[in-house]
């Protein structure tokens, strides 16, 4: 088992700027994908951006050039960058593992879940 725990989020004007975290715990191995999803209430969680163990990157299209993932694999952590912030952004964001090397958009392809931490954006 992996235990994911997400922290960083808050309020933040628009256009500005926030780093999410993801402690992994547990079972921990370099060899997972970790992925960032957010959802707001009455729709359904959607990908935001994935990194392999191999270093592969890949971002949604409303987020790509302004949010940024990485993985320090010696602290199992997953980080996400967000710049430019818009109120569009607002929402709760997960943090997810599975293990394999594959990128993946599909909620359902994922073991592991954060309990997530909201992200408020002003106008």
């Known amino acids: 088992q992996v235990q994911l725990i997400e922290s960083g989020g808050g309020l933040v004007q628009a256009g500005g700027s926030l780093r999410l975290s993801c402690a992994a715990s547990g079972r921990t191995s370099s060899s997972y994908t970790m992925t960032w999803f957010r959802q707001v209430p009455g729709k359904e969680r959607e990908f935001v951006g994935g990194?392999?163990?191999?270093?592969?990157?890949g971002y949604a299209d409303s987020v790509k050039g302004r949010f940024t993932i990485s993985r320090d694999n010696a602290k199992s952590t997953l980080y996400l960058q967000m710049s430019s912030l818009k109120p569009e952004d607002t929402a709760v964001y997960y943090c997810?593992?599975?293990?394999?090397?594959?990128?993946?958009?599909?909620?359902?392809?994922?073991?592991?879940w954060g309990q997530g931490t909201q992200v408020t954006v002003s106008s």
């Open positions: 990194i392999s163990w191999t270093g592969a990157t």
């Open positions: 997810a593992a599975r293990v394999s090397a594959i990128l993946t958009t599909r909620t359902t392809d994922f073991s592991f």
